[in-house]
Protein backbone atom coordinates (compact mmCIF):
# COMPACT_ATOMS: atom_id res chain seq x y z
CA UNK A 1 0.00 0.00 0.00
CA UNK A 2 0.99 3.21 -0.75
CA UNK A 3 0.54 7.05 -0.19
CA UNK A 4 -1.58 6.98 -3.45
CA UNK A 5 -4.93 5.00 -1.49
CA UNK A 6 -4.98 8.04 0.99
CA UNK A 7 -6.76 11.32 -0.19
CA UNK A 8 -5.46 13.11 3.25
CA UNK A 9 -1.49 12.46 2.15
CA UNK A 10 0.23 13.90 -1.19
CA UNK A 11 1.55 10.52 -3.09
CA UNK A 12 5.10 9.91 -3.93
CA UNK A 13 4.61 11.88 -7.27
CA UNK A 14 3.15 15.20 -6.05
CA UNK A 15 6.48 14.48 -3.13
CA UNK A 16 8.78 14.48 -5.66
CA UNK A 17 7.56 17.39 -7.19
CA UNK A 18 7.80 19.62 -4.02
CA UNK A 19 11.21 18.86 -3.30
CA UNK A 20 12.07 19.29 -6.77
CA UNK A 21 10.70 22.65 -6.15
CA UNK A 22 11.85 23.38 -2.75
CA UNK A 23 15.74 22.66 -3.73
CA UNK A 24 14.81 25.19 -6.71
CA UNK A 25 14.07 28.19 -3.92
CA UNK A 26 17.42 27.77 -2.26
CA UNK A 27 18.83 30.80 -3.93
CA UNK A 28 16.13 33.00 -2.70
CA UNK A 29 16.34 35.22 -0.14
CA UNK A 30 15.29 33.81 3.48
CA UNK A 31 12.22 35.91 3.77
CA UNK A 32 11.07 34.16 0.55
CA UNK A 33 11.61 30.79 0.94
CA UNK A 34 10.58 30.62 4.64
CA UNK A 35 7.44 29.38 3.57
CA UNK A 36 9.08 26.09 1.74
CA UNK A 37 11.48 25.45 5.06
CA UNK A 38 8.04 25.64 6.92
CA UNK A 39 5.93 23.35 4.83
CA UNK A 40 9.56 20.70 4.68
CA UNK A 41 10.33 20.88 8.33
CA UNK A 42 6.68 19.53 8.82
CA UNK A 43 7.38 16.55 6.34
CA UNK A 44 10.96 15.77 7.73
CA UNK A 45 9.85 15.75 11.46
CA UNK A 46 6.09 15.65 11.92
CA UNK A 47 5.81 18.73 14.45
CA UNK A 48 2.73 20.42 14.55
CA UNK A 49 1.32 23.58 12.56
CA UNK A 50 1.80 25.54 16.03
CA UNK A 51 5.30 23.22 16.92
CA UNK A 52 6.70 24.85 13.95
CA UNK A 53 5.61 27.89 14.36
CA UNK A 54 6.77 28.47 17.63
CA UNK A 55 10.03 27.34 16.63
CA UNK A 56 13.28 29.24 18.04
CA UNK A 57 16.59 29.60 16.52
CA UNK A 58 17.81 28.75 19.82
CA UNK A 59 15.43 25.29 20.24
CA UNK A 60 17.27 24.15 16.59
CA UNK A 61 20.59 21.81 17.59
CA UNK A 62 23.10 21.17 14.88
CA UNK A 63 25.55 19.62 16.44
CA UNK A 64 26.85 17.11 17.54
CA UNK A 65 23.96 15.58 16.55
CA UNK A 66 20.70 17.45 14.55
CA UNK A 67 17.72 17.60 16.89
CA UNK A 68 15.12 20.19 17.40
CA UNK A 69 13.46 21.31 20.89
CA UNK A 70 9.77 21.62 21.52
CA UNK A 71 9.40 22.80 24.68
CA UNK A 72 5.62 23.05 24.56
CA UNK A 73 3.92 20.96 22.53
CA UNK A 74 0.27 19.65 22.87
CA UNK A 75 -0.76 19.63 26.15
CA UNK A 76 2.48 21.39 27.59
CA UNK A 77 4.53 18.45 27.11
CA UNK A 78 8.19 19.05 25.92
CA UNK A 79 10.03 16.85 23.20
CA UNK A 80 13.03 16.21 21.51
CA UNK A 81 12.62 15.41 17.44
CA UNK A 82 15.14 14.37 14.87
CA UNK A 83 15.98 15.62 11.55
CA UNK A 84 15.97 13.17 8.63
CA UNK A 85 19.36 12.57 7.65
CA UNK A 86 18.70 13.61 4.19
CA UNK A 87 17.48 16.51 4.72
CA UNK A 88 20.60 17.79 7.47
CA UNK A 89 22.35 19.71 5.13
CA UNK A 90 19.49 21.94 4.17
CA UNK A 91 18.39 22.29 7.88
CA UNK A 92 21.95 23.30 8.86
CA UNK A 93 22.82 25.66 6.05
CA UNK A 94 19.08 27.51 7.36
CA UNK A 95 19.65 27.47 11.15
CA UNK A 96 23.16 29.13 9.96
CA UNK A 97 21.22 31.88 7.98
CA UNK A 98 19.23 32.47 11.10
CA UNK A 99 21.72 32.97 13.33
CA UNK A 100 24.08 34.97 11.27
CA UNK A 101 20.70 37.18 11.07
CA UNK A 102 20.54 37.29 14.82
CA UNK A 103 16.92 35.74 14.37
CA UNK A 104 15.37 34.94 17.41
CA UNK A 105 12.38 32.59 15.41
CA UNK A 106 12.28 29.90 12.83
CA UNK A 107 9.82 31.81 10.58
CA UNK A 108 9.50 35.59 11.22
CA UNK A 109 5.95 37.16 10.45
CA UNK A 110 6.05 40.17 7.40
CA UNK A 111 4.91 42.29 10.16
CA UNK A 112 8.02 42.20 12.90
CA UNK A 113 9.91 45.05 11.71
CA UNK A 114 13.93 44.97 10.78
CA UNK A 115 15.42 44.58 14.37
CA UNK A 116 17.39 41.94 15.23
CA UNK A 117 15.34 40.91 18.54
CA UNK A 118 12.25 42.53 17.24
CA UNK A 119 10.82 39.55 15.16
CA UNK A 120 7.82 37.74 16.25
CA UNK A 121 6.66 34.41 14.47
CA UNK A 122 3.92 34.56 11.83
CA UNK A 123 -0.04 34.42 12.83
CA UNK A 124 -1.73 30.60 12.26
CA UNK A 125 -3.70 32.62 9.58
CA UNK A 126 -0.23 33.63 7.61
CA UNK A 127 0.83 29.74 8.31
CA UNK A 128 -2.03 28.80 6.78
CA UNK A 129 -1.57 30.64 3.82
CA UNK A 130 2.03 29.64 3.23
CA UNK A 131 0.89 26.00 3.47
CA UNK A 132 -2.01 26.73 0.87
CA UNK A 133 0.52 28.89 -1.55
CA UNK A 134 3.10 25.77 -1.24
CA UNK A 135 0.72 23.31 -2.36
CA UNK A 136 -0.74 24.86 -5.31
CA UNK A 137 2.46 26.14 -6.45
CA UNK A 138 3.51 22.46 -6.44
CA UNK A 139 0.73 22.23 -8.90
CA UNK A 140 -1.88 20.25 -6.38
CA UNK A 141 -5.55 21.03 -5.58
CA UNK A 142 -5.92 22.66 -1.95
CA UNK A 143 -8.61 20.91 0.04
CA UNK A 144 -9.91 20.31 3.43
CA UNK A 145 -7.64 16.96 3.51
CA UNK A 146 -4.58 18.66 2.75
CA UNK A 147 -4.45 21.49 4.93
CA UNK A 148 -1.82 21.64 7.35
CA UNK A 149 -2.45 18.51 9.96
CA UNK A 150 -1.94 16.46 6.34
CA UNK A 151 2.08 16.94 6.84
CA UNK A 152 2.51 15.07 10.15
CA UNK A 153 0.86 12.54 7.97
CA UNK A 154 2.87 12.59 5.77
CA UNK A 155 5.38 11.80 8.07
CA UNK A 156 4.14 9.09 9.53
CA UNK A 157 3.32 7.48 6.39
CA UNK A 158 6.94 7.68 4.73
CA UNK A 159 9.00 7.88 7.72
CA UNK A 160 7.96 3.99 8.77
CA UNK A 161 8.79 2.58 5.85
CA UNK A 162 12.09 3.89 5.27
CA UNK A 163 14.72 1.24 6.69
CA UNK A 164 17.65 2.30 7.94
CA UNK A 165 21.35 -0.08 8.91
CA UNK A 166 20.78 -2.42 12.44
CA UNK A 167 23.10 -3.07 15.10
CA UNK A 168 24.06 -5.93 12.86
CA UNK A 169 23.74 -4.61 9.31
CA UNK A 170 20.34 -6.33 8.77
CA UNK A 171 17.54 -3.18 7.99
CA UNK A 172 15.52 -2.05 10.59
CA UNK A 173 12.43 0.32 10.71
CA UNK A 174 11.30 3.18 13.19
CA UNK A 175 9.67 1.50 16.20
CA UNK A 176 6.10 2.01 17.34
CA UNK A 177 7.47 3.89 20.21
CA UNK A 178 9.75 6.10 19.02
CA UNK A 179 7.15 7.42 16.19
CA UNK A 180 4.90 7.83 18.93
CA UNK A 181 7.72 10.11 20.73
CA UNK A 182 8.67 11.86 17.53
CA UNK A 183 5.35 12.87 16.64
CA UNK A 184 4.41 13.43 20.95
CA UNK A 185 1.66 11.56 20.86
CA UNK A 186 0.05 10.94 24.25
CA UNK A 187 -1.49 7.35 23.51
CA UNK A 188 0.25 4.59 21.53
CA UNK A 189 -3.45 3.71 20.31
CA UNK A 190 -3.42 6.93 18.23
CA UNK A 191 0.37 6.06 16.61
CA UNK A 192 -0.57 2.56 16.02
CA UNK A 193 -3.72 3.65 13.97
CA UNK A 194 -1.23 5.57 11.36
CA UNK A 195 1.61 3.50 11.95
CA UNK A 196 -0.29 0.21 10.69
CA UNK A 197 -1.84 2.25 7.91
CA UNK A 198 1.80 2.57 6.93
CA UNK A 199 3.14 -0.41 7.63
CA UNK A 200 0.17 -2.89 6.44
CA UNK A 201 1.84 -6.43 7.31
CA UNK A 202 4.52 -5.58 8.97
CA UNK A 203 5.72 -8.04 11.93
CA UNK A 204 7.00 -6.19 14.64
CA UNK A 205 10.12 -8.16 17.26
CA UNK A 206 7.78 -10.05 19.26
CA UNK A 207 8.47 -8.30 22.53
CA UNK A 208 7.38 -5.14 21.02
CA UNK A 209 4.32 -6.83 19.53
CA UNK A 210 3.39 -8.23 23.26
CA UNK A 211 3.88 -5.01 24.67
CA UNK A 212 1.28 -2.92 22.19
CA UNK A 213 -0.92 -5.99 22.56
CA UNK A 214 -0.93 -5.72 26.31
CA UNK A 215 -1.43 -1.69 26.21
CA UNK A 216 -3.80 -1.32 23.80
CA UNK A 217 -5.77 -4.65 24.28
CA UNK A 218 -5.21 -6.65 27.52
CA UNK A 219 -5.20 -10.43 27.36
CA UNK A 220 -8.26 -11.15 29.61
CA UNK A 221 -7.15 -13.86 32.13
CA UNK A 222 -9.40 -16.96 32.39
CA UNK A 223 -10.82 -17.37 35.73
CA UNK A 224 -9.50 -20.21 37.37
Not at 162 to 183: C, K, N
Request: aromatic letters at 12%; proline letters at 7%; one cysteine or more.
Amino acid sequence: MTSDTFDDILNDQQLCHFWDLFNEVQGWPITQRQEWFYVAIIFVTGVRMKEARDMKVEDMQVHPRPLIHIPCGKGGKGRIVDVMPEFVPHYEAYVAELRGLRRRWAFKSAQSGRLPFGDKPPSVRCCREWWKRVIEACGITYTRALACHSGRRVFTNYIPRLPYPGAYGAPEYMSLRSLQDQLGHGSIETTAKYYFRAMPGHRFPSDQVFEWREHVCPVKKEEE
